[in-house]
């Protein structure tokens, strides 16, 4: 016998719950960065590189939804760019994001309930996997991979420029935060698949060989084994770091939260 119909499923437990609260914290996150794209193009507030940088009292944070900033691309060529400069930018890490093999999980089931849970019956029948369009794109993972290393490394070199006070030392909320989210995002970069797919010996079908004998210990198998959670924290972390540094800092003027110079 067999239950039919959108969410019809013989199961009796609170399945509905995870994919309620995972897609809530997507839309959440994918509606904060139209808010901050709508910022930068002046429809919010009045347009300044303030919201992406935050220069006060010697401290100088970037805005890591906006990372590295417009700063990074030559002025001719901005003047020419009619958008906000994250455009620019942001489609690496979005792509990263949006093609994570976790994520995918968490998008078919949050997003298109196809299907929301095991043994729940969905709306969409002819899904073929990954083979054609338009899914086959999620193919792509292993190169915004590269992108996404460089991503991290610019996030720590923000974290570090963030600790410099003019010509002081010293650390702030937004030091710390930005520290926080380097951090993290490092984690969830490392505890890739394609990464340990890579490091791991380009090795495709793990349950057919003995690499899980070979280097079932090694460092990017403990770290793999976290990869959802490092993708749900480092999500939270990006935005509450930028929510400080552009909406608390730069569009609501506010001073920082704790500052200590030498
Ligand atoms: S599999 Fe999730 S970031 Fe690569």
Request: proline share 4%; net charge neutral.
């Amino acid at each position: 016998m067999e239950k039919k119909g959108f969410f019809a499923t013989f199961r009796t437990d609170k399945w509905w719950i995870q994919p309620l609260v995972m897609g809530t914290i997507l839309i959440l996150f994918g509606v904060y960065t139209i808010a901050v794209l709508l910022i930068e193009h002046g429809a919010i507030g009045d347009y300044e590189n303030d919201f992406i940088y935050y220069n006060e009292n010697g401290a100088h944070y970037v805005s890591p939804i906006s990372s590295p900033g417009p700063n990074a691309i030559p002025s001719d060529i901005l003047s020419f760019w009619p958008l906000p400069a994250t455009l620019l930018f942001i489609w690496a890490p979005l792509g990263f994001r949006g093609t994570c093999y976790y994520g995918r999980r968490v998008f078919y089931r949050s997003l298109l309930a196809n299907p929301a849970g095991c043994a729940v019956d969905k709306p969409i029948k002819s899904y073929n996997g990954e083979n054609a369009l338009p899914f086959i794109i999620m193919n792509s993972h292993r190169y915004f991979l590269y992108l996404a290393i460089i991503l991290a490394v610019l996030h720590w070199y923000h974290a570090f420029e963030s600790y410099f006070f003019g010509s002081s030392v010293g650390v702030g909320f937004g030091s710390l935060i930005l520290t926080i989210d380097a951090l993290f995002l490092t984690l969830y970069v490392s505890s890739c698949h394609s990464l340990r797919n890579l490091v791991g010996g380009n090795v495709d079908c793990i349950s057919c060989t003995n690499y899980v004998k070979k280097t079932g210990n090694s460092w990017i198998n403990s770290l793999n084994r976290h990869h959802g959670l490092y993708f749900w924290i480092s999500l939270v972390t990006i935005m509450i770091a930028d929510f400080y540094i552009r909406i608390y800092l730069g569009l609501l003027g506010n001073d920082e939260i704790f500052q200590w110079v030498l």
